[in-house]
């Protein structure tokens, strides 16, 4: 039965702000979801702590709220322990880029099998908008006493270091492109990366919608041009589409490049893609093939009565304090 874009929504009350572009990102969440026609009963939304970090109590399917820079830690156990999971993790840059900075890089090793969604505003929205780790050197949002004294980081930058196989960026305003995304980002046979421009009405008065959509920038016939372009519609080819170790590298230094645009000319869409890299789950069933049809989470772990499986009397006779 197809799934309706209603059947995913609950009717949590959400406190966001106005104008905010956690908006469009949720609502291109449930697009997407409808559109690959998931079963929410084996769908697991995990998200970290922060404002965008609320997503899951608006989406009906499985959801985990958990600690400030540990959604991936958790999402990796969820997916390693049952690989049949659609696993979608959605955090903030403070959220991602800062505490949970380790877990990033360490995940992006992994490359298991699921989509991370970074909702990059350049603050810390929800602890009243000090500077996050994306936010420029220089730059003075209206909540900063003086300008920003660190270097911001660039995430498609940093997840390509990592390993990522699939790395995206997208715009929470334009919500249509930001679903496709994010289906692209949730079919990837890999770690998919997804960073999403999204303004904070509230605290950063520097990368708002208006500046975005190209206020105050005009091309030669004084039309006012946005500063996001798409990717796909300029010919960029992000796919690795052979286990060419000089293809791979090529497509790699092709995205770096990429990355680095930023401002009155910022790329959207796919930045690089490869399926040749083995996933971690494919790791794991190389060494125990039993993982594949046997997964932790289809393990029986008590007896019919409730007792557990497990004797663990040994051991707590070699614990025992005489």
Known sequence: ??????????????????????????????????????????????????????????????????????????????????????????????????????????????????????????????????????LGLGMKTKSLPSPNMNQGINPLLLAIACGYTWIARGYSYDVRHLKDLIVKGAKHKGFAFLDVLQPCPTYNDIQ?????????LVDSTGKQQPRTYKLEETGYDPVVHSDDEAEMEKKVQQAVLKSFEFGDHTPIGVFYQNEFIPTYEERIAHKSPSYKTNPPAAQQIAHEDGTPLANIRKLLEELRVT
């Not at 609502?27 to 084996?42: F, I, K, R, T």
């Open 208 to 216: 708002t919608k208006e500046y975005w959509a190209g206020e105050g």
């Open 1 to 134: 039965m197809a799934l309706k874009l209603s059947d995913l929504k609950t009717t949590a009350h959400n406190d966001w702000c106005p104008g905010c572009g956690d908006f469009g990102i949720l609502n291109a969440v449930q697009m997407a979801l409808a559109e690959m026609n998931v079963d929410p009963s084996s769908t697991v939304v995990v998200s970290g702590v922060g404002c965008s970090s609320k997503a899951p109590h608006f989406i009906k399917t499985y959801g985990v709220h958990t600690l400030h820079g540990r959604s991936l830690p958790f999402a990796t156990g969820i997916k390693l322990a049952n690989p049949n999971l659609e696993v979608i993790v959605e955090g903030g840059d403070g959220d991602g880029m800062g505490i949970g900075a380790g877990h990033f890089v360490g995940s992006g090793r992994r490359n298991i099998d699921m989509l991370y969604i970074i909702h990059d505003n350049g603050v810390y929205g929800l602890t009243k908008g000090q500077a996050s780790p994306t």
